[in-house]
Structures are given as C-alpha cells and as structure tokens.
C-alpha cells in the first residue's frame, strides 16, 4: 500500500506539465522530485524503452510519470514532440552540448518556437570549455575532479579509489531542480521562459563545506600552517584528533558503530563513558585529544575501540537512552536504513503496489509537508503505458504563448530578485541550502548568535570555515534570548519572504521563532525546517552529523561495501574502522552537503509555491531522509531486483570497461560499458593487438572474458601518459579521463577549472581576491552571481537601520550586547 497524504492540500506544481528526456540517473532524480511535488511529468521513451530502466532502482527513479514511447528518428513522431513540448512547462534533457543543437535545443530555436518553456539541460562538464563534450559519466567526473583522490583510504595504499555513491549525479540532479523553479519563478512576472544549465562538476563541487578555503589558505601562506593529511598515515596510524572524537568501532556482537562526539563536552562524556578519565591523567596523555606522538594516537585509539567492544549492541542501546551525552548510529544498507526507527515514525519509507513488480519498497518524498509526504508516490510506468492518451493530448489546443512580458532587450536580472530569507541556522546541512539562492539573487539575511556561527571557528585560520556557507548573505549577530532580541528579529520577519530553520527538535519553540510564533506576526511567510533527523520522533533531539548520518543511511557502506560485520581478527577490524571513516566522513563529498542540496530544492519549492498562491505548511527535510534519497537506485527493493554492480576489491571500478588504470605517469579512468562503445574503443587502441582477441569480438564475450580483458587493457594504458590517453580516447568520443591525484578541493581551484567556467572570483573583507565555487547554474536570459562571504555582524547596524532603529538606539542595543 502506498501512505497517505493530505489530498485537501494540492500539491505545489500541480497543473504543471514537464516533458522528461532525461536518460541519465541525475536527470531521474531531478525530474523525480518535480514529479514527487505535484508535476504532471511525462516520460518520452524509445520503442525499447528508456535505458534508465536498467538501473536496478528505476521503479522509484520513474515513478510518479506518464510514458509515452516515440521514435524520434521519424518525422511523425518529432511532430508528436513538437506538439507537447507546445503544451509543456518544463522540458528537462541529459544531451551532451553538440546533440542539443543537432535537435534544435538552442537557447533561440527554443525562445522561437515555445516562449514560454522552461528547458533545463543536465549534463556532464556544461556547454562551454575543453570539456563540454566529454561523455558525462559519473566516474569520468568524479575522477578528473579528484574525488577519488579524496576518498583514497577506502583501500588499504595510497591510490585513488573507486567511488560508489552518486554524488555527482545528485548534485546535478538539485542544481537543475533549483534552477528549474527560479526560472518558473521569474516566469511568473516576465511570461518567458529560458535555458536553465546544470552540469555534474559543479555539482560535485557543492558538498565540501569548509575544505576549499582551507587548502586556499595552505596553498597561499604554505610556512604557515600544516598541511592537510589523510585520516590515517601510510601504517594506518591516525592523524587527527577527530579519530577519538568520530570513533568506528563494532560491539562485542560485531555490529559495527560509528560515535559523533565532536563538541568538546560531548568528548569527555564519551571517555568517561568507557571508563577511560582516570587514564587521562597520566602525564603520557598530556594533551588529549591532541597526541602529537603517531604511535601515541594509535595507542590511545586501539584503547577506545577495545572498550566498545565489552558491550554488545544492545547494551550500548540501553547505554545510549541512559547517558544522553553518548550516541552511535549502526552502519546499516540502503535497505536496512528503511528500518531506522526515525524514518518508520516520520513515514520516510513507502510501499507501492507495482501491477506487475508487486510491492515495491523506497523512499518517501523529499520534502514533507504537514506531517506526511508531499504526495502519493504511484508506480513506474511501463513502456509507454500512456501514448494513446499523450498523443491525445498532444493534439488538445495550445496555451496561450504570447509572454506577458517581454523584455528579451533589456538587463539581465536575478531570478530571485526581490525575495528575502531569513536564515536561523548554524554550521552547514542546512544553511548551504540557503546560501546556493543567494547565487539566484536572493537575498539572504543571517542571524547569528554574538559568537558568530559555530562553523566559523571550526578552522585553524579564523573565517575560513564559515567562508563557503556565508557566501553571499548579510550577517547580524544578535542575542535572541533577550527580549530586545527577539524584537529585532520579529520586526525582520515581517519584511521577509521565508525562513529556514535547522535546530534540533524544541528549540525553535522554545526560542520562540518556530513557525507558529512566526506566522503570527507574518501570515504569508515561508517556514522550512531543514533539520538533522526531524522536528518530533524518536531521533529529533540528538545531534546529527555527517559521519553518524552517513552510518544510518548507508551511504558510508555503500562506499565501502566491502567491510563485514563481524570482522574476524584484530587487523580486519582496525582496516575495517579505516574504510568505513572513508566512506562516510571525507569532507569533499558526504551528507551535509546531500542535506543542503536537499535543502536548496525544497526552499525554492516553498517560495514557487508560494508565487503560485498555494500555501505549505510544516514543511520538513532532514539530513536523514535527503541521504535516502541520493541511494534511491540502491534501497528501491523488489522481488527479483537485480543486483547492483559493486566495486572490485581492489576499488578500481565496476568491470574493464569502466574502471581505472595505471598509466605510465598516474592512473586513467576508461567508461566504454556500453556494446556501442567497444567499437571506437578498439579503434583508438587499433595499434595493440591484443584487442583484436576474439574472446572480446561482442558484448557477451567480454563479459564472459572479464578478467582477460583487464589484464589486456592494464598492459595497453601503461604505455603511455594519462594526459595522453585522455586526448587520444576522447578524440575517438571515448570516456576517458586521467585521474587527479590532489584534493578535490584545490584540484577545482586551479587555473584549468577555472578556464572552463567551474569557478568564478570573488573578493572577500577576509581572504582578499580569491576563487570560489561558480553558481550551480547559467540561464540564457537571467543572472547569477558569485559573492564572497561576509564578517559576523557585518550587516548589523544597517539592517537595524533599515527596520526602524537610530543610531541611538542601535548603541544602546550594542551597549546593552545585545548585538553586536
């Protein structure tokens, strides 16, 4: 059966029609949300279907979608195209840059013949730069972009390594999402429609929280501070105090557990929890959780996980409802992360009745609204399930197209131009959400405690952990358990246009800015909470981090799917606790920045819906749920599911068509999966005659012949340079790409992503000139823009100014701290 929703409130882009081309996972997720959130979404497949329905998780992937299969080979079915993309709002793709102007998917061509749709392309490396038409697989990104550099500690070595979990994709996917509702946004009072652009390398480089600034920092004043290391140095020794503070360790009954004792309170409850504070006293210790001493730390951390190991899971269950200061997520699947008990309370996870799968288990919408998902999930379509009825529908009578605004001369301007959010928030999950409208042309205003935000501070160099998340707001630092306090930011909420909120559960309530107290004074206001696990249930009040929601949600054994429960000796545990640290806690890519993308899409959702006239309340995301979401393709569970590819156990990839290689100089990553590939494949190696082997001559056989065909392939790329591979592969339209062997985050600095448009420059009162991440989408008529972030309090006295206090006041105010 499917959950229930509240059918008495429609749904936010009901009545909205999105003509689906997509043929990739990151144009799935983008159009599923669409469709989760009331569009009429129809899915053009060819006669074979669409190649998404491969991907084990398609029944969740399509779902919610009307189908209809055409041959656009064919004139009468282009006619068919024609005719809906009249009648559409939104028409989303997944084609590289040169088959959009083979189909006459231009910016002009699409102004001309359908001035009023929205047309979002998704693709790979954007339309513009050295790799605009590069194929857009998801490894080949994540490869150039250095990601598998990043997370190279999910193997034992120092080589990059195979990264399991979508991230590329999803950002993409929400870019577009963000994107798509500015534009029907702005659509709304220019009548126009316009080209929306997302690509997978800027979404990549959305998820880092604070890691950019820190290496700009190392790479600007190099004397000056230490340089970045890995978790764990080459003897597997760790490197950081967050090893004790983010512990992974497995009960006595082999569950593995990872603990989130970050604050420095939480920290000593958890050694005194184990019994360890005596121990601490002895001068050998001297600086805990600071050991400067390798063998020190490797010592003190082999203790800890030694003592999680007295209790079974159960005992540390009781441990945790009775010492609240203490708590540890299990490192569940994709599949058993539906039994969480935060998401069975919250109706997180839904079964759909498939005519022909039977029950098919996945996530709930993204988004939850008054208590219940956004909408009622339906089954997948089958192929083409609804020509009949769209062909129909093609032929109805067109809207009418003439704009009610044309102003195709004029400036450019914000999407969001005009629209105010007040953020009460701290650190990132939720904030970013924020902080990407501002990009929009938002403006975002911050309220922060006369501390300033946590993530401030988080870093070595002052500011350059909040650099990222504050980019573009305006900060005042207000004491809002004070009465005057809480004035100020009543009188703020009258002139904005929504609110996000990320504390845990009660304490909006008890501060007094929770969405009841708030639309008292603003009726119309937007209110988001963007929280950690949920605002009532079992988890809500406890701390939610990365790691913890990495663990829970599988995504940290997605990526590290090779460790078991139950390790058999000493060394398989300790290796096991390394990899699964890799899999979940690696700034470059992990769950804050899934929440925050997640974040970003359902602030935008509410502020359309808003322009729209409908009204939504007790709209929830969490950190939680958004993780679900990006692992769609592998917690969508069904009798007879296929099962889906898994890395190899050396975590180069996939299979010798999509995998890394060593190069003579580094590594090269090949995507070929496809049977159409094998050809230009073999013709770019023609010089190797290895390849000519009949054991490779079709598909089937280079399945079958697996193994041989990467002992081939290994001999071949190690004789030449990667550089050379990727303009000799790609020349062929091979996916190939060599593979950075730097931090994602500076590897997305340098002048190469900058030349292809992956970063923009912006001038910050702290760091001076400096490149940041490029907005995560371009519009054919609109702006974004690229602001640096902002000082605590920067804004003070002129928003105080602008809500109706003199500059007497405001010093009593700071007189009083108040503000500051």
Not at 178 to 205: D, K, W
Not at 247 to 264: C, F, M, N, R, V
Not at 665 to 685: K, N
Request: hydrophobic content about 40%; charged content about 20%.
């Amino acid at each position: 059966m499917t959950d229930s929703t509240d059918n008495t409130r429609p749904a936010p882009l009901s009545g909205l029609v999105v003509i689906d081309l997509s043929t990739t996972l990151a144009g799935a997720q983008a159009t599923q949300f669409l469709a989760d959130s009331g569009a009429d979404v129809i899915l053009v497949e060819p006669p074979e279907g669409s190649p998404l329905r491969r991907n084990p998780g398609w029944p969740g992937l399509l779902r919610t979608r009307r189908s209809i299969s055409l041959d656009l080979e064919t004139d009468a079915d282009r006619d068919v195209l024609n005719d809906l993309l009249s009648r559409a709002d939104v028409l989303v793709t997944t084609m590289r840059p040169a088959e959009l102007e083979d189909r006459g998917f231009t910016a002009a061509e699409l102004a001309a013949r359908y001035p009023r749709l929205i047309a979002a392309t998704i693709t790979g490396w954007g339309s513009t730069g050295p790799w605009s038409n590069y194929k857009s697989y998801e490894a080949l990104v994540m490869a150039k972009c250095g990601i598998f550099h990043s997370k190279r500690q999910l193997s034992p070595g120092p080589d990059p390594t195979y990264v399991s979990v979508p991230y590329a994709s999803f950002g993409a996917a929400h870019s577009a999402v963000q994107g798509i509702l500015a534009a029907l946004f702005e659509r709304e009072q220019s009548g126009l429609g316009q080209v929306v652009e997302a690509n997978m390398v800027t979404g990549v480089g959305a998820y880092d929280p604070y890691n950019w600034f820190y290496e700009m920092i190392l790479h600007r004043y190099p004397d000056a501070f230490e340089s970045q290391v890995a978790a764990f140095d080459d003897q597997g020794r760790p490197q950081s105090r967050l090893m004790f503070a983010l512990l992974i360790a497995t009960t006595k009954d082999g569950t593995w557990l990872q603990y989130s004792q970050s604050a420095p309170r939480l920290l000593q409850a958890w050694v005194e929890e184990l019994g360890m504070a005596e121990e601490l006293k002895d001068p050998k210790w001297a600086g805990f959780p600071v050991l400067p001493d390798a063998d020190l730390r490797f010592e003190w951390w082999n203790k800890m996980i030694t003592k999680v190991g007295e209790r079974t899971l159960a005992e540390w269950e009781s441990t945790f409802e009775r010492n609240p200061n203490v708590a540890a997520e299990q490192f569940r699947s994709p599949d058993e992360a539906f039994d969480h008990p935060q998401l069975v309370h919250e109706g997180r996870v839904v079964t759909v009745d498939d005519p022909t799968l039977g029950p098919v288990r996945q996530p709930s919408t993204l988004v939850h609204a008054g208590g219940s998902p956004l909408t009622d999930v339906r089954p997948a379509p089958g192929i083409g399930e609804h020509s009949d009825e769209l062909r129909a529908f093609a032929k109805t009578s067109c809207p009418e197209n003439d704009p009610a605004v044309a102003n195709e001369g004029g400036a450019k301007t914000y999407p969001l131009a005009g629209v105010t959010v007040l953020e009460l928030g701290a650190m990132y999950a939720g904030p970013y959400g924020a902080t990407v409208l501002t990009d929009l042309g938002a403006r975002v205003i911050k309220i922060e405690p006369l501390g300033g935000d946590l993530t401030r501070g988080i870093m070595a160099f002052p500011e350059a952990g909040g650099a990222k998340v504050l980019q573009g707001k305006e900060s005042i630092a207000v004491d809002l358990g004070t009465e005057d306090g809480r004035e100020i930011l009543h009188r703020l909420v009258k002139q904005c246009d929504a609110v996000l909120q990320t504390y845990r559960a009660g304490a909006s309530r008890r501060m007094g800015f929770d969405e009841a107290s708030l639309r008292k004074i603003n009726p119309d206001l937007v209110y988001l909470n963007a929280v950690g696990y949920g605002v009532d249930g079992p988890y809500a009040s406890r701390p939610a981090y990365a790691p913890s929601m990495g663990a829970a949600s599988g995504v940290s054994v997605t990526d590290s799917p090779l460790v078991r429960q139950g390790p058999e000796d000493r060394e398989e545990l300790l290796t096991g606790a390394r990899s699964l640290y890799a899999g979940g806690t690696v700034p470059a890519v992990q769950s804050d920045g899934v929440a925050a993308l997640g974040a970003g899409s359902a602030l935008m959702l509410a502020i359309y819906a808003k322009r729209r006239g409908i009204a939504l309340a007790d709209l929830v995301t969490t950190m939680l749920a958004s993780c679900t979401q990006i692992l769609i393709s592998s917690n969508t569970s069904y009798e007879g599911r296929q099962s889906a590819a898994r890395v190899d156990d050396e975590f180069r990839g996939l299979g010798p068509l999509y995998r890394m290689y060593p190069a003579a100089d580094g590594w090269v990553f090949l995507a070929a999966p496809e049977a159409d590939e094998w050809a230009p494949l073999a013709r770019a190696l023609s010089e190797y005659d290895e390849i000519a082997d009949s054991r490779f001559a079709d598909h089937e056989s280079r399945l079958a012949n697996s193994a041989a065909l990467t002992a081939v392939l290994t001999g071949v790329f190690a004789t030449r340079k990667k550089d050379e591979w990727e303009a000799l592969l790609t020349t062929q339209d091979v996916g190939c790409v060599a593979v950075a062997q730097e931090t994602a985050e500076w590897r997305m600095q340098t002048d190469d992503f900058h030349d292809g448009g992956y970063t923009a420059t912006a001038v910050s009162p702290v760091f001076d000139e400096h490149r940041r991440l490029a907005p995560l989408n371009r519009f054919s008529r609109s702006a974004v823009k690229a602001d640096a972030g902002c000082t605590l309090g920067q804004h003070t006295d002129a928003l105080l100014g602008e809500i109706g206090y003199d500059p007497a006041q405001i010093a009593e105010l700071r007189g009083k701290s108040v503000v500051g």
